[in-house]
């Protein structure tokens, strides 16, 4: 049973337009979420991360949003470029520095 | 600092054989984790280590799989005998609890094929 659910495998944007990529979870006691990214070959990198008492979490063109109540979080990327081309994994843990429970992933093309 | 190490990059091996896996973690990083990626589901946990210590190892797939942690820089994941459908990416990565929350660091991973 999947706890943490990215229901789009692959998403195409165009360069210097908005990407959003969506995640849902169902297990209430996550409070800590984060954004991996995978490059092929590579193993995937930490890129932001949102804590559950926020909504909003900024780091340059990179933005989470988490909505608790719909138990759904997103991420976007504005201004797409196209080395943002990559796999981006969607993971959750709660207190006590759990482990992570990730994604599928959802597969990220921007077209210059 | 060089990040998590693991080793072989690669490995093909034939049905039936021993397959040891092998991870470096971050120097003073005291969790350490294994995962297996496969297309159908995903980025999936097998076990965790804390402070050396297995915490839980509910997402071995079978008797097959076995993994150690002998000191805090060195971790292997033993499949014997290896089976085709153990076909995978696995990854290792630690973390330092620095806080309550932290992000793991993940390896490079090894790509298994098992023929």
């Known amino acids: 049973d999947q706890q943490v659910k990215q229901n789009s495998p692959s998403l195409s944007v165009q360069e210097g337009r908005i990407s959003i990529l969506n995640c849902d979870y169902t297990?209430?006691?996550?409070?800590?979420f984060l954004w991996y990214k995978k490059y092929p070959a590579e193993g995937p990198t930490f890129l932001i991360s949102?804590?559950?008492?926020?909504d909003k979490n900024e780091d340059g063109r990179f933005t989470v949003f988490l909505n608790k109540s719909a138990k759904h979080l997103s991420l976007h990327i504005v201004p797409s470029q196209p080395g943002d081309s990559a796999v981006y994994f969607c993971?959750?843990?709660?207190?006590?520095?759990?482990?992570?429970?990730f994604g599928k992933g959802t597969r990220l093309s921007v077209i210059a | 600092d060089a990040g998590v190490i693991q080793s072989p990059r690669h490995e093909v091996t034939e049905m039936g054989q021993e397959v040891t896996l092998r991870c470096k973690p971050i120097?003073?990083?005291?969790?350490l984790f294994w995962y297996r990626q496969t297309m159908m589901r995903g980025l999936e946990l097998l076990i965790y280590?804390?402070?050396?210590?297995?915490?839980?190892d509910s997402g071995m797939p079978e008797d097959r799989f076995s993994a150690k942690m002998p000191n805090a820089s060195f971790s292997t994941l033993k499949i014997q005998p290896s089976e085709p459908r153990d076909s995978a990416v696995y990854f290792c990565?630690?973390?330092?609890?620095?806080?309550?929350?932290?992000?793991?660091?993940f390896g490079q991973g090894t790509r298994l094929t098992v023929v």
């Open positions: 990565a630690s973390s330092f609890p620095k806080t309550l929350n932290t992000e793991a660091f």
């Open positions: 297990n209430s006691m996550f409070d800590y």
């Open positions: 949102i804590s559950s008492i926020k």
């Open positions: 993971a959750a843990s709660y207190s006590g520095n759990t482990p992570l429970v």
């Open positions: 120097s003073g990083h005291n969790s």
């Open positions: 280590f804390n402070n050396n210590v297995p915490i839980d």
